[in-house]
């Protein structure tokens, strides 16, 4: 089954706005895997559910072309707005239908995307779209692997945060678990022999209080409460930004607190 959520225009414009690009020591995991599975050249990656197009263009550096595909035209539209990358281009189309001729594809990416999508028929899609040997690289992050830290503090703000999730945990829905369970079930229903998960890749930045918030207002469990209840998810935010500042001993949501997170991969060649 596919979902279709992240398909308003507010959705879209917050997911630019605070959705974090994956980091560069995950990328470069992702290309050393595909240079040992398939080699060069790197002509075509296919990013699949791309949203707002983070991922897509975080490999225009390393491929002729990037195409991010997205089932929602409005993530597409902020994702078109993005200036200064010539290589990379945006269509709109399904994980389960990719808008791809056979054999054409090096690099199939999903960032937090894959959980989404309609398994069999996409990993069908993908063998269909990939060249012989060539890869995807299915990656994603766990929000309960997600740490905050401000001198401290630490402690007492991961309550917090780990609060917000309790209240939203009505609004979870199942992909949301297979993400959390970083994409186990969807690794094991992979055909291919030449396959690997890799879990524990750490980044942590520096953001400030208010893009936390931000990035909580972009979670489809958070959506969710708010189509239902938009007064109690609005104080949701406020109470827990509140909370954050007098935790922190400070007034301005412009503070930057430390944001850890743990990336997983599942990588996987074409037989
Ligand atoms: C959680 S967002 C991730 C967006 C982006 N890759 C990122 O890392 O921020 C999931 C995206 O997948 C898209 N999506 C969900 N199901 C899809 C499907 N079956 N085919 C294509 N895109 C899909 C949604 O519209 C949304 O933009």
């Not at 830290?149 to 609004?171: R, S, T």
């Not at 189509?227 to 922190?248: D, G, I, N, V, W």
Request: aromatic share 10%.
């Amino acid at each position: 089954m596919a979902y279709r959520m992240f398909e308003g225009k507010d959705h879209a414009s917050i997911y630019q706005k605070y959705r974090f690009t994956p980091p560069d020591e995950l990328r470069a995991v992702i290309l050393q895997y595909l240079d040992k599975q398939k080699g060069r050249p790197h002509l075509l990656a296919v990013d699949v559910g791309c949203g707002t197009g983070q991922n897509s263009r975080l490999f225009a550096p390393n491929f002729q072309e990037v195409v991010g595909v997205d089932i929602s035209e409005c993530q597409l539209e902020e994702a078109r707005a993005v200036p200064g990358y010539p290589n990379v281009s945006y269509r709109k189309g399904t994980a389960e239908e990719l808008p791809f001729a056979d054999g054409s594809v090096d690099l199939l990416t999903a960032a937090s995307a894959a959980h989404w999508f309609d398994q069999s028929k996409f990993l069908t899609e993908a063998n269909r779209v990939l060249k012989p040997k060539g890869c995807m690289a299915l990656l994603g992050f766990s929000d309960s692997d997600t740490k905050l830290h401000y001198k401290n503090c630490g402690e007492k703000l991961n309550q917090i945060y780990e609060e917000v999730k309790q209240v939203l945990i009505p609004y979870t829905s199942n992909p949301v678990a297979v993400s959390e369970a970083k994409l186990k079930e969807l690794y094991s229903a992979i055909p291919y022999p030449e396959k690997e998960r890799i879990e524990g890749i750490q980044t942590t930045s520096l953001v400030p209080v208010w893009k936390v918030l931000g990035l909580i207002e972009t979670w489809s469990m958070f959506q969710a409460y708010k189509k239902k209840e938009p007064q109690a998810a609005a104080s949701l935010l406020l109470r827990t930004q509140q909370r954050f500042l007098e935790e922190m001993g400070v007034t301005s949501p412009d503070t930057e607190i430390e944001y850890a997170m743990e990336y997983f991969c599942v990588l996987a060649s074409k037989s």
